[in-house]
């Protein structure tokens, strides 16, 4: 039986908070003052915001992702699509991310940054802030499932009082009764469900109609994104944005595939 990888990265990620690890390499203070990632997502969304993740490993992928970039080279590859944002990984385990490395992105870019992670406790709050991070994530599937130390409202206001947005993500239309008392800034739905890794389009989409019936906004489409195709659907149910991340990274030209995910101008069919 396969194991529950929710579960798997949430227990290794409170290793490394035990341990004393989590966050080496991050400074101890943040050095600037991050752009709003919500207000960034308003401003592009006529066209369709574009949220590009750094992304070094996927665990759900059936194929192994191409050596990863630098993070320099990553920017600079696509850089000249107009992102929108930039989300990195904080999350090794699977992921072969770190808080460090979000913090060298949210260093080399003036892009709101998001601080992508499975945040279970107000210590990794803090560190992303360190990074210089815009926005952190927050999983409603956590708290469904048990696993958070501290309640979603909780974290969603201890992100605000250090400076940083909240995003709250979303799979399921079971989950939405968690947005209830959180201060989110920035609502996404995920295409995947992270317990087991695979897609499950159906349910993502019911959330996303669900979602824009009980006007979350802003709303993006998280994962799953492979190509135009992908895209227009996700525009179809009304987001205001994507967050692209392993077809980025397997594209020849990052920047002309980012071109193709664009929402459609009106009266052009996608």
């Keep these: 039986m396969r194991s529950n990888f929710l579960r798997d990265?949430?227990?290794h990620v409170r290793e490394?908070?035990?341990a004393g690890t989590y966050g080496a390499g991050?400074?101890?203070?943040?050095r600037r003052s991050p752009p709003s990632l919500r207000e960034a997502i308003a401003r592009d969304r006529g066209q369709g915001a574009l949220l590009v993740e750094y992304k070094r490993a996927s665990p759900g992928a059936a194929v192994p992702l191409p050596r990863p970039p630098s993070?320099?080279?990553f920017l600079q590859r696509t850089e000249l699509a107009g992102v929108t944002?930039?989300?990195c990984l904080a999350t090794g385990y699977g992921f072969d991310g770190s808080p460090a490395r979000v913090h060298e992105l949210a260093s080399r870019t003036p892009a709101p940054v998001l601080f992508k992670e499975f945040v279970v406790a107000p210590e990794q709050v803090k560190v992303a802030a360190r990074t210089g991070a815009s926005a952190v994530l927050l999983i409603a599937r956590l708290q469904s499932e048990g696993l958070l130390e501290r309640p979603l409202a909780e974290l969603a206001a201890e992100s605000h009082r250090l400076g940083l947005e909240v995003l709250l993500e979303l799979h399921s239309t079971a989950e939405l009764s968690q947005t209830d008392g959180v201060a989110a800034d920035v609502y996404g739905v995920n295409t995947r469900d992270l317990a087991s890794l695979r897609f499950d389009r159906p349910a993502a989409y019911a959330t996303l109609d669900a979602a824009r019936s009980r006007?979350?906004?802003?709303?993006?489409?998280?994962s799953g994104v492979e190509g135009a195709a992908?895209?227009?659907?996700?525009?179809?149910r009304g987001c205001d944005g994507l967050l692209v991340g392993s077809a980025v990274v397997r594209a020849a030209e990052p920047a002309a595939f980012l071109a193709t995910l664009r929402r459609p101008?009106?009266?052009?069919r996608g």
């Design 26 to 30: 991050v400074p101890e203070a943040r």
């Design 16 to 18: 490394e908070l035990a």
């Design 265 to 268: 101008a009106p009266g052009v």
């Design 230 to 236: 992908d895209a227009a659907e996700l525009w179809s």
């Design 9 to 11: 990265v949430a227990a």
């Design 71 to 73: 993070v320099e080279e």
């Design 215 to 222: 006007h979350l906004r802003p709303l993006l489409g998280l």
């Design 85 to 87: 944002a930039y989300s």
